[in-house]
């Protein structure tokens, strides 16, 4: 009885191994991809907000997606390790002008990010086709709580950038080139 047990999970476990090994293939063919990927999760959640929109309801699910984006967000935005509380041998922001610079590395590298968020809209889209998730809300106090909890996380978080001197983004950074031709210097600036 046992064997036949086993050999019935056998083919499960092989498609189910053989899937995420596909899986992983195209995630990794995505990776330098960011432009499309992050296109195509466009597209995934304006899919979501319109079946929120024509079926008028799930927005408690829609609030606790806006949290769990803001929480994504806030780790996007934040650098590895945290001036505030750790020390660490690693790379660290410069806290002083006569620091050594050091790169800035995130909390929640992009691609992770990219993934979380497509992943959470995913899973949002798929919970709107069950009713037992309609629960009955005022969703203007949603949209409100949400934007003072945004503005005020937002806030903190930027007065952190200020006061460690670190930009998260790549806008009006230094970049390296490869090798040029004769003459020519290798740093270019945006």
């Not at 020390?87 to 922001?93: E, N």
């Not at 809209?121 to 969703?139: G, I, L």
């Amino acid at each position: 009885m046992e064997a036949d047990g086993a050999a019935a999970s056998f083919p499960l476990a092989k498609w189910r191994s053989d899937f995420s090994r596909a899986f992983q293939h195209y995630l990794d063919k995505s990776t330098p991809h960011m432009t499309g990927r992050w296109l195509g999760t466009v597209g995934v959640a304006a899919i979501y907000f319109l079946r929120v929109y024509f079926v008028q309801g799930f927005y408690i699910i829609t609030y606790g997606l806006g949290i769990y984006l803001l929480n994504l967000l806030i780790g996007f935005l934040s650098p590895l390790v945290d001036p505030e509380i750790e020390v660490s041998d690693g790379p660290a922001l410069p806290t002083k002008g006569s620091d050594e610079f050091k790169p800035f590395v995130r909390r929640l590298p992009e691609f992770k990010f990219w993934y979380s968020i497509t992943k959470a809209f995913c899973v949002a889209f798929a919970m709107t086709f069950f009713s037992v998730f309609d629960v009955p809300v005022f969703w203007p106090i949603l949209v409100c709580y949400w934007i003072v909890l945004f503005v005020l996380t937002m806030k903190r978080q930027i007065v952190h950038m200020i006061k460690y001197k670190y930009v998260p983004f790549n806008i009006g950074k230094q970049k390296y080139g490869g090798k040029k031709g004769p003459g020519s210097s290798s740093l270019s600036k945006d």
